[in-house]
Every structure is written in structure tokens, then in C-alpha cells.
């Protein structure tokens, strides 16, 4: 019995293990943290005056005897999730992995028995669980307003698009993780996140589209584009009109975009992270 406590103290935990625990203590982290108050506070405040301009002028376009379900929740939630999405994103992935840097908390964590797969995927995951809080909240108004205008008449492209915004979601923390494992600052991590989620790829597509006049595939807004469209009935689709056209990502290549982003981002952060040395 004595030969064996020894063994079992000494024994490292399994993968698994540490990315819970990692996982865990950052999600808590997060959780009491200034950022997640703040989030929260956007969150209600939009959803604050959204539900007192709706109740006090009654849009026809959205509660009017003419208007459906889907004309609500496509105003209510369409107009500001894929916002909230990234400002979630880059709230709680921006500095996931240059936190270990800037405040030198790798210095005691890395040179422990754990692997830095383990603190990264376990940090991308509390990331993505307090993000998906915020997410939910905004939701949760959003249906409660839905029942009261219309009852339990809930459509299912909007439970479409929520899930496409979770997708996106995953998008925007692979995007935001990568930064963060090349900067060892914080700021520059979040600000350059900020810049080419919130600015960049709307003005890029936009050039690429008005220049060019092809199809900009390739960037991440454009697939997330879905997450609005869902709601229009027929789906839309690309046209072309005085030799302009106007692309319209399907779902299936929406979906496949923010894959594509999420997966490539994600493994250029954790192979960054495996690579910098903390000196």
C-alpha cells in the first residue's frame, strides 16, 4: 500500500485532465473578471433599448399587423449577433494565450508537467463557454420579447441562425487565439483582432467585390453573411445586374468558410504557442 501512494502522487494526469482543469480555473477566471460585466452590460443595454423602442413606437416591420416571426427575430437578433459574436470573440479569446506572456504566468505553468496543447485548448474552451453565456443572454430577451408579441411561435431559421452565430463564434476565437499566440502583448493581440474582424473583412470584401467583381470566398465576414440571410425567404442567391454582381454565400459555403478559418487559425495558434519560448 505504501509503494503505491508514491506512485500514484507522482503520476501525471492525462490530457484530458488538464485541459478541464485548465479549463476551469480560466472559465472562473473569466467569469468574475471586469470584461465579462462588461459584456453583460452591452449585452442588456441593446437589449434594454430594443425591447423599450419596440414596446413605446411598435415598428410595423417588426410587430405590425403585417409583420411574422421571422420579420421580428430577423430584426431583433440578425441585426447585432454576428456584432456581438466578434466583441465576444475578441473579449474573451484576445488575450488567452499573450496573458501567459504579458503576465508571466507561463513562466510558472509551462515548466509544470502539463503540456501547452492542454492550457491552450483548455483556455480556448472557457473562452468559448463565457462567450456563449453572452450569446445565450441576448437570446434568452430575444425569445422572451418573441412570446410576448407572438406567442410560442418561435421559427426555425431562428434557431438556424443561432447556431451558425455559435459557429462563427468558433471562428472568431480560432482568429483571436492565433494573434494572441504571436503577441506577447494583450493590447496588440485584441487591437488587431479588433481591426480585421470588426473593419478589415467588411472593407476587403467590399473592394474585392466593387474592384474585382469576383466572389470574396476567402473572407470570414462574407461566410458569416449567413447567419442573416437564413431568415430570407427563398434563400437568396447570387445575382447580376448592369454587369455588377452581388454574391450571396449558401450555407453550406458559409459553413465551410468559418471551418476552414476556424481550423487553420486554431492550429497556427497552438503551433505558435508550442514554439515561443517564454525568455
Not at 430594443?50 to 417588426?62: C, D, N, Q
Request: glycine share 8%.
Amino acid at each position: 500500500m505504501s509503494n503505491d501512494q508514491p506512485h500514484a502522487a507522482n503520476t501525471v494526469p492525462g490530457s484530458l485532465v488538464q485541459v478541464g482543469v485548465t479549463m476551469k480555473y480560466t472559465l472562473l477566471d473569466y467569469l468574475r473578471s471586469r470584461r465579462f460585466v462588461i459584456m453583460l452590460a452591452i449585452v442588456l443595454i441593446i437589449s434594454a433599448l430594443l425591447t423599450v423602442l419596440v414596446a413605446y413606437y411598435r415598428p410595423g416591420s417588426m410587430v405590425g399587423s403585417g409583420a411574422t416571426t421571422i420579420d421580428f427575430y430577423s430584426t431583433w437578433w440578425g441585426t447585432f449577433a454576428s456584432f456581438l459574436t466578434v466583441i465576444s470573440g475578441i473579449f474573451f479569446g484576445g488575450d488567452g494565450i499573450a496573458a501567459e506572456f504579458q503576465n508571466k504566468t507561463g513562466y510558472f505553468t509551462v515548466p509544470n508537467p502539463i503540456r501547452r496543447s492542454s492550457i491552450y485548448i483548455g483556455k480556448f474552451l472557457a473562452s468559448f463557454t463565457a462567450a456563449t453565456v453572452v450569446l445565450v443572454v441576448y437570446l434568452a430577451i430575444a425569445v422572451a420579447n418573441g412570446l410576448f408579441y407572438f406567442g410560442a411561435n418561435i421559427p426555425s431559421q431562428f434557431g438556424e441562425s443561432f447556431l451558425f452565430a455559435w459557429f462563427y463564434l468558433l471562428a472568431v476565437l480560432g482568429f483571436t487565439f492565433m494573434f494572441s499566440s504571436l503577441f506577447k502583448t494583450s493590447s496588440y493581440a485584441i487591437l488587431v483582432s479588433f481591426l480585421l474582424l470588426i473593419v478589415g473583412f467588411s472593407l476587403i470584401s467590399a473592394l474585392i467585390e466593387g474592384l474585382t467583381n469576383t466572389e470574396p470566398w476567402y473572407i470570414l465576414s462574407y461566410g458569416a453573411s449567413i447567419i442573416m440571410d437564413v431568415f430570407t425567404s427563398p434563400y437568396p442567391t447570387t445575382i447580376t445586374r448592369a454587369g455588377f454582381t452581388t454574391y450571396v454565400a449558401s450555407i453550406p459555403e458559409g459553413l465551410a468558410i468559418m471551418a476552414a478559418y476556424f481550423i487553420v487559425s486554431s492550429m497556427l495558434g497552438l503551433i505558435l504557442f508550442e514554439r515561443k519560448e517564454f525568455n
